[in-house]
């Protein structure tokens, strides 16, 4: 079509007035945007596919796009037809009657007499279904999973999480239970203040955290696990091969590398007296008591975002739970009695008053109680296989494991006792003695072959010595002989 100048230069102006974003982009057919910077080339259509709209369906393949099928439709499996047929018939399976497969693709359980002869119980025929897949439907890896297969992995992990949380939270009460035991039972008149002062000493001086000064003198920073070369290594405290683990990748020893020393005298007892000094057990508390409440319906603030008010929060619930627990005591002491029962005794009454067994030597040492516990391995141990009264392993002969009942080396064997040793015994020692016979007779027939040998060689020398002496005779004889001749 014809432009004029006015009009091819209103449409040049639009043009970039549609690259420069000013104006919005045209819309094809179906009202999507047309990109601007395409070239006319492209978007362009040619006489004979021109529509007299802007539109790119002339750059499209529309075989490509026209959709086979759904990607999530997938073949029904082990759907079966309704009818079913009354006779066999020539070409089906001879062993369950269906029509389409053969007899060795028959996935029925194998009849005693198939039903080509006994012409009974016909399975009707699989439904075989054609779905038409698109490009997509066939690469998409998914495509015919059931996400309800998945869920069953979903609700155990789900389970397991439950549990991790509720095995959690017993434990943050066992050991809040246990501080609070301890404390009550502390009759050193140390206050919270106190405590938390000497925990934030004693953690200064754990943590090896070293003071370095930057450019500026006026401000500091802290930084981890850079210690100062004049200080002991954490593995250098304790050269026994059973202390602590140091991991070498971290730089940390979590547990006490001297647990026998006092507490008060050491400077260092692992990374994880972190986690029960400070402020860790207060936030730990928090914790368990908001996860309690949230269990019970209520609304709690949230620990990240207002932890503020939460601190209030349990503040206030802390207070009103220990006025009601002294209320709750005060009135079962007025209403029974025994408090005179639950007054602390005098300190000279306790060194005398003891649980535990402890046998010391003259050196001081401990002889007997409080030994460290055996660690016990993942394995089952102290199993007495059969009538056997000791384990597998205990055993132990000419390269062979056994039991140290019986002497037994085969495994689950019938364990005879004191019996089984004996005849062990015995016929160790009948072995020994075949043995040392059999070699002294060994020796025997040695020593006879050996002798014969010595006396064939003595008479083989004797008899080379006659000829040498008689040769010798004869060599002078002849030599006399030629003498007088002459």
């Not at 393949?61 to 959709?67: A, F, V």
């Not at 971290?250 to 000094?277: E, V």
């Not at 392993?393 to 056994?402: L, T, V």
Request: hydrophobic share 25%; with cysteine; proline share 4%.
């Amino acid at each position: 079509m014809f432009k004029t100048r006015d009009e091819l230069k209103k449409a040049k102006e639009l043009e970039q007035a549609r690259k420069a974003g000013t104006i919005e982009p045209e819309k094809d057919e179906q009202g999507r945007d047309i990109n601007p910077h395409i070239p006319q080339y492209i978007s362009k259509a040619p006489w004979y596919l021109d529509s007299g709209v802007p539109t790119l369906k002339h750059q499209r393949n529309e075989k490509l796009h026209q959709t086979r099928g759904d990607i999530d439709k997938w073949y029904e499996r082990g759907k079966k037809l309704e009818t079913k047929r009354r006779k066999f018939q020539k070409g089906c399976c001879e062993n369950c009657g269906a029509g389409t497969h053969k007899t060795k693709d028959c996935m029925e359980r194998p009849r005693k007499v198939g039903a080509k002869w006994t012409n009974k119980d016909l399975q009707p025929d699989e439904a075989i279904q054609e779905v038409e897949l698109s490009w997509e439907g066939k690469h998409d890896r998914w495509n015919g999973f059931d996400p309800a297969e998945y869920k069953h992995v979903i609700e155990y992990h789900e389970s397991l999480e439950k549990e991790r949380q509720r095995l959690k939270a017993e434990q943050i009460e066992k050991e809040l239970a246990q501080k609070v035991r301890k404390d009550r039972d502390d009759d050193d008149g140390l206050s919270d203040f106190s405590e938390s002062d000497n925990d934030e000493g004693f953690k200064q001086k754990a943590s090896g955290d070293v003071i370095i000064q930057q450019k500026d003198e006026g401000t500091r920073v802290t930084v981890r696990n850079l210690r100062i070369r004049e200080d002991t290594a954490k593995y250098l405290r304790n050269l026994d091969v059973n202390s602590a683990y140091y991991d070498p990748k971290s730089r940390s020893m979590r547990a006490d590398p001297l647990p026998h020393i006092d507490p008060n005298d050491k400077d260092f007892a692992g990374d994880n007296f972190i986690l029960y000094s400070g402020d860790t057990q207060k936030i730990a508390q928090v914790q368990l008591s908001f996860m309690e409440a949230e269990r019970q319906g209520l609304e709690m603030p949230h620990l990240i975002a207002e932890p503020s008010l939460a601190e209030l929060v349990h503040r206030e619930y802390k207070t009103k739970k220990e006025s009601l627990e002294e209320k709750h005591r005060r009135e079962v002491l007025e209403k029974y009695g025994g408090e005179e029962y639950l007054r602390k005794p005098s300190a000279e009454l306790y060194p005398q008053q003891s649980e535990y067994y402890v046998e010391y030597g003259p050196d001081g040492r401990i002889r007997k109680g409080l030994e460290k516990p055996i660690p016990r391995s993942k394995y089952a141990e102290d199993v007495y296989e059969g009538n056997h009264s000791s384990v597998w392993g205990s055993f132990y002969k000419d390269g062979r494991w056994g039991y140290k009942c019986c002497h037994q080396t085969v495994r689950r064997s019938y364990c005879t006792g004191t019996a089984g040793r004996d005849a062990e015994h015995k016929s160790d020692e009948f072995m020994m003695a075949a043995t040392e016979r059999y070699h002294e007779k060994r020796m025997e027939q040695g020593y006879s072959q050996d002798l014969g040998q010595k006396e064939g060689q003595f008479s083989n020398l004797q008899d080379s010595t006659n000829n040498a002496m008689m040769n010798t005779n004869l060599e002078s004889h002849f030599r006399k002989e030629g003498t007088s001749e002459k």
